[in-house]
């Protein structure tokens, strides 16, 4: 990919992982470091950086278990449909989306008890440690919740057909695939020049992947553009992840479901410059959904397998060559989640993988037991 780059100038530091809140229970002060979107799977971590708690969704349920899954501290049932999103852990609040993403539940951290639900079409989901913003699947449209009553705090609500599919959460503002909005009253900041089909943040700059092949990087406190790169080629990104030194995102290069080639793309966050490029299995149906996570040295990536399971493998940042890879044997939900030197990942209701990040070896493979279920 030949790439075009104006450098105006940033360094990015500090991380801001969206999604992220505060878990208190009446023991502990507890991080949320998940979950990320198409995951089925978060967790709590204690301020030492230890794992607290693990929130799974079953097909009909929401589990809390103890870190080393011996242990149900609580069950909370689904009273209609199954979870489609989530869960996602703000504040005191575990909130998830079911039936259909017709509606939004919030339970309590500590005993899984029901804090309140709603009816509300949703697309996608995030917060912070006291609010639930959450992008409706109608008028394209934006609400912000109460994280601990559910109570609608404000809504915005321009109309026209479609809906907002991304939804970023930083520094007093929502960024959107259409618009900026403030997190405090829903007020309208700006609107993009263009539609975006994936975004996401890293400190106080907003990323932007757009199918024409424009990449950019927005800083959010100035309101100006730190670079803009331009492709040679159409795009059509299914998957954005960030770190402090690489914009890595999934997608297929020119029109999707005819020409089917897929690639992983690495820009650098400084200045823009396409880094590498790494061609990607698509399999029968395509990339998988939701098939990327960073860290500062590596990028983990999922891929189909042709028994229909998935491959896992991890790329060097710095090079785009391959460092291991393995086949799950199953098929895998969502990205994997990264704590430590541990990856997590789902493979349906029922099996929890830990993989040692530095050789992808399966630490463990856990299918839960039936009380578990």
Known sequence: MKVSAVFIGIFLSVVLLVGKGICRSSKIAAQSIG????????????????IDRIYIAREHEIQCLDKGLNRVIW???????TVDVGPIVHGGTVAYVSDDMSTVTGLNTDNGSLKWSTAIQTAHITGDN???????????GVQALDAETGKRIWKYEPGGPGSIYQLVYTNGRIYTDAYVLSATNGLIVKKNASTANIIDARADTIFKVIGDGTIEAFRTRTNSVVWKAVSDRRIYPIAISVNDRFLFFVGYSGMPFIARK???????????HAAWELPIATGDGGLQPDPIASDYDNVYLLSPAADF???LSDIS??????VWSHDLKGKIDGPPLVVGGVLYLTDGPDVLYEIDKRSGSVLLRDELPKELR
């Open 130 to 140: 006291k609010t639930v913003f959450l992008a409706t699947s109608t008028g394209m």
């Open 75 to 81: 069950t909370s049932h689904v009273s209609a449909g």
């Open 309 to 311: 399971s998935t491959w």
């Open 35 to 50: 979950a990320l979107r198409g995951a089925r799977i978060a967790m709590t971590t204690t301020p030492s950086g230890e």
């Open 262 to 272: 897929g690639f992983l793309w690495a820009f650098d966050v400084s200045d823009g």
């Open 317 to 322: 940042v710095v090079t785009g060559k391959q």
